[in-house]
């Protein structure tokens, strides 16, 4: 299993971000919420992370961002295709934590096929 975030994975435009959070259903869990929306006939699953300026200063946000990101690269290989998910941290916590709210937030969402 292929377990990198490739560039092909990421939701890069600022457009596609907005998109997804505007017409999107949001879920939140433990200082973490997911935005989500599905796109009809994509061959894989994109994902973008957000964390906001009132957050802390840049260190503390790019922590929360790369614990986001690495939480989402291990668990991603579970995941149905067709999906634009934004991943925002409302707060800073610790990595187990996001790791946990991130696979709940997936299981609510049924963004993982049923058979897992």
């Not at 919420?33 to 994902?47: I, V």
């Not at 503390?60 to 986001?68: A, E, G, T």
């Not at 579970?78 to 999906?83: A, D, E, F, V």
Request: cysteine-free; overall charge positive; glycine content about 8%.
């Amino acid at each position: 299993m292929d377990q990198t975030f490739k560039k092909d994975e990421r939701l890069r435009r600022s457009q596609d971000i907005t998109e997804a959070l505007k017409t999107g259903t949001r879920l939140g869990q433990d200082g973490i919420s997911l935005t989500f929306r599905e796109r009809k006939g994509a061959p894989g699953t994109r994902a973008g992370f957000i964390v906001r300026k009132k957050l802390g200063k840049a260190v503390s946000r790019n922590l929360m961002k790369r614990r986001m990101r690495e939480a989402y690269r291990r668990i991603k290989n579970r995941l149905k295709p067709g999906y634009d998910l934004v991943f925002s941290a409302n707060q800073i916590i610790e990595y187990i934590r996001v790791r946990e709210a991130m696979a709940e937030l997936i299981k609510r969402g049924k963004i993982e096929p049923e058979d897992q």
